[in-house]
């Protein structure tokens, strides 16, 4: 049997990069998916090449986005079992004297409290899942210890530090009722992480198989694939 099969997945940022190769690795293990993103174009292309796959256009940082994903699960589906909130941004390397004043408020909207927004509008379909899951892409960008040691792209850095700390919560507060766990998925060739990144973006996607795969007991970590790591 394929690892997916009758597992009803959520995930953003599905047009492009992590999310592009998650929707065609999840639909061939036997996944539905519904996939948001901004680009129609892009998500028509995956429909039309995925049974599957749903698309659904709408921007993460739009606080409305979660009534609008939740009429469409409840709609095709009734509840689901995995969320995915793989849709992030990261535009400037230097440090904070060097980035524009708003960029921190930009990548905490759409880095960690879009993530908030979306998880709490869609909880109470994900509760009533088989073996409820939320997956948080975050980075090792954001870890305690990289934060210390490697102060460029503070903005980005310091909103995947408050997503893991965002997983840590939820995964408290869900404990028993859903699996919260945070991912670094590794550098990759994605719009975010550039061209020089060692890794290719399907990667990305096969490490976010594995911690799917993990026991529905494994909550409140950070991992690498199967690798658990420290935050």
Request: charged share 25%.
């Amino acid at each position: 049997m394929k690892q997916l099969t009758g597992r009803r997945i959520v995930l953003t940022g599905a047009s492009r990069g992590i999310g592009r190769e998650a929707v065609a690795l999840f639909a061939e293990e036997g996944a539905e998916i519904i996939g948001i993103a901004r680009d129609e174009a892009k998500l028509s292309e995956l429909a039309k090449r995925f049974p599957n796959f749903q698309p659904l256009v709408g921007d993460i940082t739009d606080r409305g986005l979660g009534a609008r994903v939740a009429r469409v699960v409840e709609q095709r589906w009734g509840a689901f079992d995995a969320l995915i909130n793989n849709a992030a941004i990261q535009n400037f390397n230097g440090g904070f004297h060097d980035e524009p004043l708003d960029t921190l408020e930009k990548n905490l909207l759409t880095n960690v409290l879009s993530v908030h927004w979306l998880t709490h509008a869609l909880l109470p379909l994900l509760l009533v899942g088989r073996e409820p899951r939320i997956i948080n892409v975050s980075s090792g960008a954001g870890k305690l210890d990289v934060l210390k040691s490697e102060p460029n792209m503070p903005a980005y850095r310091l909103s995947k530090f408050a997503l893991n700390g965002l997983s840590i919560l939820y995964a408290g507060d869900l404990k028993g009722k859903v699996a919260v766990n945070a991912l670094d998925p590794g550098w990759l060739k994605t719009d975010l992480g550039g061209p020089n990144a060692p890794g290719e973006p399907v990667d990305g996607a096969r490490r976010l198989l594995e911690l799917l795969s993990q026991p529905f007991e494994v909550s409140g970590g950070f991992w690498y694939g199967a690798e658990a790591i420290e935050f």
